[in-house]
């Protein structure tokens, strides 16, 4: 499961950090059906429209369109400003098309997302959380109790995706080590 990432997304307007400072995967949901609709969406600025506390900076690592395999977007060693004050620093953010306050996620989305989030984790030798974006440790700085933020979903059942990571720790190691997420290119 390899990604390419896109130059478009100008990996240089992120902020760097350090490898070391990753702690977490956080799973997000996301508008577009596929990445370059979501990419579109992000760079409208104006007020309300995604893109406006972003300034039009692509805010995930990671997109899972609706049909098709995953897409890298940012190195893990650039900041995406997921819009937590608390995890954009340490997490690894992954967003899915679709809205999991009213579906199920759809097109083998799921097992798409846990073979993504078992093959970060297992990179990163099972020492990542993962959590939902309203799961985060201080929720309530994220606006989470609105449940019309919810993110991303009760229809996404991230209990079901831990399960299955924590599950396949040894036996999903298509990027690990550390050094194969370099030779991939998830590391710049
Ligand atoms: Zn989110």
Redesign the pocket.
């Known amino acids: 499961m390899l990604f390419a990432i896109d130059k478009a997304l100008s990996p240089t307007k992120h902020k760097r950090r350090k490898i070391d400072d990753i702690n977490y995967v956080v799973v ?2 996301t508008i577009g059906a596929t990445i370059d609709e979501s990419i579109a969406e992000f760079k409208k600025v104006e007020k309300f429209e995604a893109g406006w506390y972003t300034g039009g900076i692509y805010p995930y690592h990671f997109f899972l369109p609706l049909y098709g395999d995953p897409v890298q977007c940012l190195p893990l060693t650039c900041v995406a400003p ?2 937590l004050r608390t995890l954009n620093q340490q997490g690894i953010h992954v967003a899915l098309a679709g809205d999991f306050r009213k579906q199920a996620p759809g097109g083998g989305q799921l097992i798409k997302l846990k073979h993504l989030v078992t093959s970060l984790n297992n990179a990163f030798n099972g020492d990542l959380e993962i959590i939902g ?1 309203t799961e985060t440790p201080l929720a309530h700085l994220e606006g989470s109790k609105d449940p019309s933020k919810v ?2 979903g009760a229809y996404l059942d991230l209990n079901d995706v831990r399960l299955y990571a924590m599950l396949h720790q040894s036996n999903l190691c298509e990027l690990a080590p550390i050094d194969g997420l370099k030779r991939a290119g998830y590391i710049v």
Request: overall charge positive; some cysteine; aromatic content about 0%.
């Open positions: 997000h949901r997921a819009a974006h993110c991303p």
